[in-house]
């Protein structure tokens, strides 16, 4: 039997979206994107301002920015690919209003991320506070720059 895969990501400027698709195409996964109530401006994701919106968030972690539609089947996967961009070395808080608001009892989560240098620092270790004990979350892989299917493909076998 094979295993039933959401990819789930987060995608503020475009490229973690491009990232996901061709995951979700590579490994023939379900795609559901995590959107903000409030889309994100440019100015809002300019991280060299201290009153940029994203860095305000970043900087309160407990801060949980609101997303416009839940994933009413989560319970029907497998498994969970959850991607998202690196802010801070760590995930957007976004993703932990999405892990906070679904169950993810029993299930795993790989993580993969685009980043332009950074890696996922404390990611793991953050997020497993958003989610329920019986959850794996387990680090993936960090694009930078242009994703290929075999790229994907090799790193599938890591968590097949």
Known sequence: MSKK??????SA???TAKTAKVIADT???DLFEIKPAEPYTADDLNWMDKNSRSSREMSNPSFRPAFLETCDHIGDYDLVLLGFPIWWYVAP???HTFLENH???GK???LFATSGGSGFGN???TLRRSVADTAVITEGKV???KIDPASVAEWAENWK
Do not use: R
Request: aromatic share 14%; hydrophobic share 55%.
């Open 93 to 95: 808080t976004i993703i």
């Open 108 to 110: 795993k989560i790989v």
């Open 13 to 15: 400027s475009g490229i």
């Open 143 to 145: 694009w930078s720059g």
């Open 27 to 29: 490994v023939h996964a």
């Open 123 to 125: 990611t793991v270790q």
């Open 103 to 105: 169950d993810f009892s």
């Open 5 to 10: 895969i959401l990819v789930a990501y987060f």
